[in-house]
Each structure stands twice: as structure tokens, then as C-alpha cells.
């Protein structure tokens, strides 16, 4: 059974960098037939995938283009986990975040408990 | 950008009815391959979203048969027969066809 459990701090001052961790067990983040995602929701823009990263051979990262730029989405072989880090955060990226596994255009089929993140001074 | 617009934006229902919900794109999801990637999530309060249907009418695993997804193009149907309790929450089309993947607004059902 995968289980994906995320952690990081709820409160971003404005301008700052949001970091979160999503520990994976019951998978590898190396895994050659699946992806891990980022994706949150808030009121305003409902839900809304960010981006993910794969191993085929080497590793692949796929951004939304509205984050592109701010975002980085990182494995980690030795801890079997994936990190989100988004830059330049601004009220707007106030959202639950959550990690997701896929398997390619079948969508998410295991999602973490999601973690509020509040950007706010 | 694909964009999915989904129809009622919240649906009230008697238990033992049914129930359908409507996910249209603004373009065709027919991936190169031929196969069309439309998927529904339903999420209760509280929780994350849970897969419901993948490739528009595949259900996943532990997924009642009262399910069911349908479409093609760019209109898609999901359908709930015989409501149960457990059915309220949000219920979210999305598309894996075209970059960036996107979700659909979603749609509240509750227990009328």
C-alpha cells in the first residue's frame, strides 16, 4: 500500500520560499513506471496540478507554466522522497498542498493528507 | 490552456436517486494514441481527493458499479445511481490529454 506523507511549515512570509517534503513508503520515487506530483487547492482557483517528477533512464520534470520559473520539484533517492520548493511566494499561493503519485495519464491514484501552507506577514 | 467547465456547479439529491454531472473542454481529449484521458475524483470534506474513473469510463478499484463515466470529445458525463450517504462531497473532472493537466471547478452534491 503507498502511503505518502507530507510535511514543512504552514506559515511563508511574502517574498519567501515555501519548502515541502513528501515521504513516500510502499514506492520508490525512482520508480520507472510511475511519476510523484505536486498539486494544490484553495478557494480561489479550486484545484490545480503544479508538477511532477519521473525517472525513465534519467529524471524528467514536468512545470505548469504559470509557476515556472518559481518552481522546483526534487527527488530524493536516499530518503525515498520529494521535495517541493516554490519561490517568490505571494498571498496568492496560499493553498493545501498535496503529493500524488501517477501513472502517467491514468491521473493520481494515491494522494497525501494534503498540508496547509498560509503565505502571510 | 484546456479548460474544464462542469455543469451543475452543486447538485441536491434524494437518496435512491440519481445523479449526473457534466465535464466539457474547451478542446478535443483525444491523446495522440487515439485514447482519451478524462478522469473523476471524488472528495469528501476533510479529505483528498480519491480517483474515481480513469480514461473516461474505467472505475478504479472498490468503486461501486452505480459509477459510471462516459463521453467522448470533449462532453463527458459521470453518473451516480441509487445515491447513497456516502456519495456527498465534490466531485472533480480532470484531463491528462493536453499540458497543463487541469482540473474541472467541481461539483458539490449533498442529501436533499
Known amino acids: 500500500q503507498v502511503q505518502l506523507q507530507q510535511s514543512g511549515p504552514g506559515l511563508v512570509r511574502p517574498s519567501q520560499t515555501l519548502s515541502l517534503t513528501c515521504a513516500i513508503s510502499?514506492?520508490?520515487?525512482?520508480?520507472?513506471?510511475?511519476?510523484w506530483n505536486w498539486i494544490r487547492q484553495s478557494p480561489s482557483r479550486g484545484l490545480e496540478w503544479l508538477g511532477r517528477?519521473?525517472?525513465?533512464?534519467?529524471?524528467?520534470?514536468d512545470y505548469k507554466d504559470s509557476v515556472r520559473g518559481r518552481i522546483t520539484i526534487t527527488p530524493d533517492t536516499s530518503k525515498n522522497q520529494l521535495s517541493l520548493h516554490l519561490n517568490s511566494v505571494t498571498p496568492e499561493d496560499t493553498a493545501v498542498y498535496y503529493c500524488a503519485r501517477d501513472r502517467g495519464h491514468h491521473g493520481a491514484d494515491y494522494w497525501g493528507p494534503g498540508i496547509l501552507v498560509t503565505v502571510s506577514s | 490552456d484546456v479548460v474544464l467547465t462542469q455543469s451543475p456547479r452543486s447538485l441536491s439529491v434524494t437518496l435512491g436517486q440519481s445523479a449526473s454531472i457534466s465535464c466539457r473542454s474547451t478542446q478535443s481529449l483525444v491523446y495522440s494514441n487515439g485514447d482519451t484521458y478524462l478522469i473523476w475524483f471524488h472528495q469528501r470534506p476533510g479529505q483528498s481527493p480519491r480517483r474515481l474513473i480513469y480514461?473516461?469510463?474505467n472505475r478504479d478499484s472498490g468503486v461501486p458499479d452505480r459509477v459510471s463515466g462516459s463521453g467522448s470529445g470533449t462532453d463527458f458525463t459521470l453518473r451516480i445511481s441509487r445515491v447513497e450517504a456516502e456519495d456527498v462531497g465534490v466531485y472533480y473532472c480532470m484531463q491528462t490529454s493536453r499540458w497543463p493537466w487541469s482540473f474541472g471547478p467541481g461539483t458539490k452534491v449533498e442529501i436533499k
Open positions: 480514461q473516461v469510463s
Open positions: 517528477t519521473y525517472f525513465r533512464s534519467q529524471w524528467h520534470h
Open positions: 510502499g514506492d520508490s520515487v525512482s520508480s520507472n513506471s510511475v511519476a
